[in-house]
């Protein structure tokens, strides 16, 4: 491990006013970014720690929804009575990931820009694509876990369990930059190897997630998330599933399916939408649905598992709101 300087910023605009090309890297609750840089993934120069800027931890309700503060807690999330009654799959997924001190100290803001979980990544010793080589290792190699849609040229995994749900509920992302604030929807912020093999999102290096924000639920909206780990302790998801819907006269108004665990970003199932929606709410109708979706995966040699996997949990989650 390098050393490196440690600057507290006391603004948002002392951030995005850094020269980019510098190795600067923010710190919000370090779950992430230590274990990166105790393996030697990043070298910085140096860490902005974020905890020093005040009001970024907040979840504020407005006629316009819920607004959430990049630094709050994913545990003020899970024990926050209002997100439980309005946005129970956010609430899911807040209450599913890793374990009480985790909670205590990952922020919402860090858990939306996770970095993969892939294990040649992860090594030092190995340079993959993803970290200037010229090869994804896990094509030919260990691919368990690996992803089954949207690879290509490397097969990274989303690990967050939180922006499946924010993505099921039509959640923008609000980006401080040095040209001023911009908001785009929570979908539109990730992108895929086949764009920029080096990034996961769309974020420049002088640039910051400042707030996540909700819309009002629909009324009648149901929602869940389901997550499938391999470890009875905590563990990131195998295959996980954000499902959002409104259901009425026995039918299906509106429904959005966002996986986690399948993909280098969170996946939506936007095939299967467009043939559950408007009709009857069965279960067959549900499974053929999910089945000609998952027609269109390519696993690889050892998560072949995943399809029948994520067929199952999807068409239970969505079933659970009937």
Not at 171 to 183: A, H, L, P, Q
Not at 270 to 275: H, I, P, R, T, V
Request: proline share 7%.
């Amino acid at each position: 491990m390098n050393n490196f300087k440690i600057a507290q910023p006391k603004s948002v605009d002392q951030v995005i006013s850094l020269p980019p090309e510098k190795k600067y890297y923010p710190l919000a609750g370090g779950t992430d970014l230590l274990d990166e840089i105790k393996n030697e993934i990043v070298e910085p120069e140096t860490i902005i720690d974020l905890n020093t800027i005040p009001d970024l931890a907040y979840i504020n309700s407005t006629d316009k929804g819920m607004h959430i503060g990049t630094l709050t807690k994913v545990a003020e999330l899970a024990d926050n009575p209002q997100i439980a009654q309005s946005y129970p799959v956010l609430h899911e997924a807040a209450q599913s990931l890793a374990t009480p001190q985790l909670r205590n100290a990952g922020t919402v803001g860090g858990n939306i820009c996770q970095r993969p979980r892939c294990w040649y990544y992860r090594d030092p010793q190995v340079r993959c694509r993803k970290k200037g080589g010229s090869r994804c290792y896990a094509f030919n190699g260990k691919n368990k876990y690996h992803a089954i849609f949207g690879g290509g040229i490397c097969y990274i995994v989303y690990p967050s369990d939180l922006a499946p749900a924010f993505i099921s509920l039509d959640s923008e992302v609000t980006i401080g930059t040095n040209k001023g604030d911009k908001t785009i929807p929570l979908d539109e912020f990730y992108v895929l190897p086949k764009t920029d093999v080096r990034r996961e999102n769309i974020l420049k290096p002088n640039e910051l997630v400042k707030e996540i924000r909700i819309p009002p639920p629909k009324k009648g909206a149901k929602s869940t998330y389901f997550k499938f780990k391999e470890r009875g302790t905590w563990d990131f998801a195998v295959v996980s599933v954000a499902v959002n819907g409104i259901i009425s006269g026995g039918v299906f108004n509106d429904i959005k399916i966002i996986m986690g665990g399948v993909a280098p970003i969170p996946w939506r199932l936007d095939k299967a939408e467009k043939l559950i929606k408007g009709k009857n709410a069965t279960e067959e109708i549900v499974r053929n649905a999910i089945e000609t979706a998952m027609a269109d995966a390519k696993p690889l040699a050892e998560n072949a598992y995943k399809v029948e996997l994520a067929e199952v949990i999807v068409a239970h989650s969505i079933m659970s709101l009937v």
